[in-house]
């Protein structure tokens, strides 16, 4: 099943991927992401941190502690390791100028405006991959309320999906 969505004026889709490929990534992904991003999910779930963000105070408040955190577990080599990882050309495909070719290297080079675009859709193959999965295990442990709220909870994204 492949599903798409539009980042800048880029349409991506994203294959998911087997499952025999997503069980190790997914223990690694929780043990070298995950930590590290909900520590910024819950401060800016922190209605005290994101309503001074809102108001423009900055400080070393929740949200900032949540970015230390955040770029301790995170150093630029990890990050580039996941984007290699996650964005596997044969897993992600982009319609340019209405032609569909695979997310190769040639490729990568005309489909992201910037750095904020590869790690959206990271996000996307992350969510498409392993959403389900997680709603699924965390039924069977009774937590599945609180992260089904979390998931579907509005992020501000700039993409769409299609």
Do not use: C
């Not at 994101?50 to 970015?67: K, S, Y």
């Not at 577990?73 to 996650?86: H, S």
């Not at 964005?87 to 910037?114: Q, W, Y």
């Amino acid at each position: 099943m492949r599903q798409s969505m539009r980042i800048g004026d880029v349409e991506f889709h994203v294959q998911k991927f087997d499952p025999f490929r997503a069980l190790p990534m997914f223990f690694d992904l929780q043990r070298e992401i995950l930590p590290a991003a909900g520590h910024l999910l819950q401060a800016t779930d922190d209605p005290v941190t994101a309503g001074a963000v809102e108001a423009g105070i900055t400080g070393d408040d929740g949200l900032v502690q949540a970015f230390r955190a955040l770029s301790e577990k995170l150093d630029g080599k990890t990050i580039m390791q996941w984007a290699e990882r996650l964005l596997d050309e044969k897993h992600i495909s982009v319609t340019i100028n209405g032609r569909d070719t695979a997310l190769d290297a040639a490729t990568r080079l005309v489909a992201f405006r910037d750095p904020g675009d590869i790690l959206e859709l990271m996000y996307h193959v992350i969510r498409i991959n392993f959403a389900d999965f997680l709603l699924r295990w965390a039924d069977r442990f009774g937590g599945a309320q609180k992260l089904r709220a979390r998931l579907s909870a509005g992020s501000g994204m700039t993409s769409k999906p299609n």
